[in-house]
């Protein structure tokens, strides 16, 4: 008998799938898959056979993803939850690269800002600079327990997935608020044996809410096959100053009567975004030069 239901683990060629009565099946993949190229993903709705006894059952079918993202590997994910804390030292270009991810995919982002118990300034510094670029900004404390209701508000109803550099505290907030016991460990250790301590994906079903914490995003890099040309249309600050540009195609690098870059200059954008994205927008210009080598 056929049923529905979404993966929430995978290790070694097996699958972990919960269906809707929340009843969990281990299932291996049909040959099929392979050799249609097709990866089944933690997120990803599936059509499945349960096992018999103590056989395990067969995943028969993928249904349509509405949300992607190749390395790491997740599927379906509508929030992603971009997490920065005052240790370790912010990487904004991260958190940048994480935006624009987002806005491809159609995911909504969402800044929370961990750890507002060591530095209360980094949050407002993060507001003042991301809310022109119509990010929402969220102040919260595993410690102290600022902001998780909030937080918790806020996840309701998204398949949510926790994004960030090493350390910032994501398994620690989902720890929190799921009373799950997930591995966390200090800043410290960590740099000194230079890894992460999450180290697989799980998706966790709580009291309603869907979380993923996930490795990986902390290296993550824009695909190589986005064209230079689209950056731009993942920076809603500048898409709204555009059509006030000289020239249709401006990429707000360096042409003439560009309205952003005269934003910029005037204080009314942030800078050091502008030039993350300059960064960004020569990166994917190599990358896209380089595709096919
Ligand atoms: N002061 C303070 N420390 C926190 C807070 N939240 C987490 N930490 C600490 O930050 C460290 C890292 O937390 P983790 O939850 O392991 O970080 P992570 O983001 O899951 O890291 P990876 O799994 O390596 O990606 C731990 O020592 C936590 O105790 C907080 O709100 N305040
Ligand atoms: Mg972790
Ligand atoms: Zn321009």
Known sequence: MIQTGQIIEGRGGLYTVVNDAGESFILRAKNRFRREGITPLVGDKVRFTPGQLEEHGWLEEI????????????????????????????????????????????????????????????????????TAADVK????SAMTGQGIEQLKTLMAGHLNCFAGQSGVGKSTLISKFTGLDLETGEVSHRIRRGRQTTRHTTLIHHDGLQVLDTPGFSLFELPQEMEPEHLREHYPEYVNLQSQCRFEVCLHDQEPACAVLDAVRAGELDAERHARYQQLLSLQKEKWSNRYA
């Open 137 to 140: 900004v969220l102040a919260v």
């Open 63 to 130: 249904l349509p993803r509405t949300s992607l993202s190749i390395r790491p590997p997740v599927a379906n994910i509508s929030q992603l939850i971009i997490t920065m804390a005052p240790e370790p030292m912010p990487d904004m270009l991260l958190l940048d690269k994480l935006l624009v991810f987002a806005r491809e995919q159609h995911i909504l982002p969402l800044l929370v800002v961990n750890k507002a118990d060591l530095d209360e300034n980094l949050p407002v510094r993060l507001k003042a600079a991301y």
